[in-house]
């Protein structure tokens, strides 16, 4: 039986609340499934910085590079001084972030069912931006036909892999960016020539916003920029009804990092009402990932307990027994022990 070492990131604002919720249902996976967690609480974000001096303090990063693979409940206003330098140091370049519609919870359409593939090393995020005396500000967007390859790439495997709608919309904005967006969606129609089974089209950024509310549920897999990436999948998890479920994964070739799509959300903080499904949707995906690179045999179990981890939200939102963001009344513990103690495993 493999062991899974897990670092878990405790995070700011509602992260600890939600941390505390995914550690109850990895205990709980540990305990009834055979699946085997070992989890090490790793500090990060602005505590740690008024603590250590530094947002990602060095043992904290040291943790985290001796795991298997890494859970991160969100982080405050130093949110880029750990993902930034943790996303660019295990280069994680695919950001994946689904939206779906679940029962109960108010959504423009009841079958969404997308993902928005986003490419996560590159585009403004570089921090690249320079003052020109001062009244003026110069920043630089990177675009590479590597990285654009492997996100693109990454996007039409996960149409293959989600099998039913086979679609890939590649979204940019190459009327504007001419140069930079030009390269990504000509790569992007590249790559859709290997995969004949996927239907493939694309569509200006402003568009996208637009039909992501008119009609979401057309949409399978959005291929796009970093930028455009982050923009989107906070819509498409409105349109879905709210971050309170929406997960996040941070993929490269060797590490994963797992974490809900939405910030510390100081607003609540301390109150006891975070949703804490963002978190353990993220938990799904993580497994699915550890299955994806499982060399075990435990494929079947980790795909297993991932589904179950989904049925047992829907069984909990059929029933309304729902966290107050999506108008339910439950606080976010009672929320979890709910969870908990459906979850049969
Ligand atoms: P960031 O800029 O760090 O990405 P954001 O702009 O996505 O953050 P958040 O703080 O993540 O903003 O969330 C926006 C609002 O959504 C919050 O103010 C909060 O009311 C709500 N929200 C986010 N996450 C949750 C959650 N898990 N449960 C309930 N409400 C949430």
Request: net charge negative; hydrophobic share 40%; charged share 25%.
């Amino acid at each position: 039986m493999t062991r899974y070492s897990i670092s878990l990131v405790n995070g700011d604002g509602i992260g600890p609340d939600l941390a505390n919720s995914g550690r109850m249902l990895l205990d709980t996976i540990t305990d009834y499934s055979g699946i085997k967690f070992d989890i090490v609480d790793v500090e990060a974000g602005d505590n740690a910085l008024i603590k250590y001096s530094k947002a990602l303090p060095d043992f904290s990063f040291d943790s985290i590079k001796k795991s298997d693979v890494c859970l991160k409940a969100p982080v405050g206003e130093h949110a880029a001084d750990v993902i930034l330098v943790l996303r660019r140091h295990f280069e994680l370049y695919a950001n994946i972030r689904p939206a779906k519609s679940y029962p109960n919870v108010k959504s423009l359409h009841p079958s969404v069912d997308l993902v928005v593939v986003r490419e996560n090393t590159e585009d403004i995020y570089l921090g690249w931006e320079f003052p020109i005396g001062n009244d003026a500000v110069i920043g630089l967007r990177l675009t590479t036909a590597e990285a654009s390859r492997k996100i693109a790439q990454y996007a039409f495997e996960e149409a293959m892999r989600r099998g039913d709608k086979k679609s890939v919309v590649c979204v940019h904005k190459s009327n504007v960016m001419r140069v930079g967006d030009t390269m990504f969606s000509g790569i992007s129609k590249e790559i859709a020539r290997k995969f004949p089974d996927v239907e493939f089209s694309e569509s200006y950024v402003d568009a996208c916003a637009m039909n992501l509310i008119r009609n979401p549920e057309k949409y399978d897999v959005l291929l796009t920029t970093n930028l455009f990436g982050d923009i989107l999948s906070d819509e498409a998890a409105q349109v879905v009804g709210g971050l309170g479920l929406a997960p996040a994964g941070n993929i490269g070739k060797t590490f994963a990092i797992f974490e809900p799509v939405h910030g510390a959300a100081f607003d609540i903080a301390n109150k006891n009402i975070a949703n804490p499904s963002s978190m353990f949707l993220s938990i799904k995906m993580m497994l699915e990932w550890l299955a994806s690179r499982n060399k075990n045999n435990e494929e079947t179990k980790l795909i297993e307990v991932g589904t179950k981890i989904e049925n047992t939200l829907v069984g909990l939102l059929r029933e309304n027994l729902k966290t107050i963001d999506i108008g339910g009344n439950l606080h976010t513990d009672e929320f979890t022990k709910n969870f908990i103690s459906k979850l049969i495993l």
